[in-house]
């Protein structure tokens, strides 16, 4: 006998559980690309130089790092998705200041409390995750997670590419975010996850498996994402500066966007049919030199057609690794899920924080040029880390 088919508001719900962690995580880290996506119509109204974008982002991925350590013994008690409203709310309060005031301290604001409320959602995004999602579907279900920072660069280049060919005021974009940020924020009543438990004694030895493990994992991460979340606040004024047009920028920004989630998803799905942490960690590696080819290309290439498919390789291929770094992190170590989702964050986290700001200021001291070659050999070094890494990693459901 055939099984019974499930009912339609079931079958919803499962696509809600392995979808709404990646829209959550999207909208949190819009605030984060909007000064440098929106850079050529805010300096109408004020200054804003390419080190005062890096230092934006950089603070909103410092204070990310600082909520992530906050957060994590509270999820013993409160819920991880009472956690990520809590960081949508707090984010979307940033935003309205910003769009409301249109300064630059405002923008500052903006970029503080987003900060602060994606280091508090962000790991509870994982963990809805691991909670609610099937292990067969968890890759694919990180892939959409991680897909936040280049689907949020789709949004902001979208209100970019309108503020470049209608007229529209940046702080009109920045209110269409806050609207889209409540909206979320309402579609979060619906659902619920319980607290995160404490994982069971173990031995001084698996703790120290954990340690040296999580360590090696997150480092990669760690130098992996110093060189990659350059990308996205950068490239539009990258590509401005290399002779692109403004609103073709914007455009490419978000075609690049839309290929790194493509490649997330992707990388997803692979990794739930293939469900061996270690060659995802190869895989990761990979991506990481495809990125550094890409980002090569971006520092010595001037026409149009070049730049658009160094863009394109970049986000498409070279950026699609973040997933099965986590998924990996989460699969390798199933009796920490707080520890190992707080460790791989952190590290992300403070990459984001180091290579904007660093990116930034090689900019502005330097050029353009001189940034993407950096970046590039910073995501050469992560690969090399990530690869050695992958050796030393516990093997499929060691529990250390």
């Not at 390419?50 to 230092?55: D, N, R, V």
């Not at 994982?126 to 292990?135: E, G, H, K, R």
């Not at 973040?322 to 992300?348: E, F, K, N, Y």
């Amino acid at each position: 006998m055939s099984a019974e088919p499930r009912p339609f508001r079931d079958r919803v719900a499962d696509v809600a559980r392995l979808v709404f962690p990646g829209i959550v995580a999207t909208c949190l880290s819009i605030p984060s690309l909007a000064p440098g996506a929106f850079a050529f119509a805010i300096k109408g109204d004020f200054p804003l130089s390419a080190g005062e974008i890096g230092a934006m982002v950089a603070a909103f991925y410092l204070l990310s790092a600082v909520a992530t350590q906050v957060s994590m013994p509270a999820l013993a008690r409160i819920s991880p998705m009472a956690m990520a409203r809590s960081g949508l709310l707090l984010s979307t309060s940033g935003v309205v200041v910003a769009a409301a005031v249109g300064t630059k301290p405002a923008v500052w604001v903006m970029c503080l409390a987003a900060g602060f409320a994606n280091g508090l959602a962000t790991p509870s995004a994982n963990l809805l995750i691991a909670l609610t999602v099937p292990a067969r579907r968890r890759g694919l279900a990180f892939g959409l997670r991680v897909s936040a920072v280049p689907a949020s660069g789709v949004v902001t280049a979208t209100g970019a590419w309108a503020v470049a060919h209608t007229g529209l005021p940046w702080q009109g974009a920045l209110a269409g975010a806050a609207t889209l940020l409540l909206l979320v924020t309402a579609a979060s009543w619906a659902g619920r996850s319980s607290p995160v438990r404490a994982p069971a004694a173990s031995t001084a030895e698996s703790r120290g498996q954990v340690r040296v493990s999580l360590r090696l994992i997150a480092l990669g991460g760690l130098l992996a994402a110093t060189a990659c979340s350059t990308l996205s606040p950068f490239l539009v004024e990258g590509l401005i500066a290399a002779g692109t047009h403004p609103g073709d920028a914007a455009l490419l920004l978000g075609l690049g966007a839309a290929a790194g989630v493509l490649a997330r998803v992707t990388a997803g799905v692979l990794a739930d049919w293939v469900p061996r942490p270690q060659r995802h960690l190869s895989a990761a590696s990979l991506m990481l030199l495809t990125a550094a080819a890409g980002m090569g290309v971006l520092a010595v290439g001037s026409s149009g057609p070049v730049l658009a498919v160094a863009t394109l390789l970049t986000f498409g291929i070279g950026w699609g690794w973040p997933g099965l770094l986590h998924h990996a992190a989460i699969a390798l170590h199933p009796d920490h899920l707080a520890v190992a989702t707080s460790r791989m964050q952190m590290g992300t986290f403070l990459g984001a924080l180091f290579g904007p700001l660093g990116f930034g200021l090689v900019v502005d001291l330097v050029s353009f040029r001189a940034a993407w070659t950096v970046a590039a050999v910073a995501a050469v070094v992560a690969s090399a880390v990530i690869w050695a890494g992958q050796r030393r990693v516990p093997r499929p459901g060691h529990t250390g």
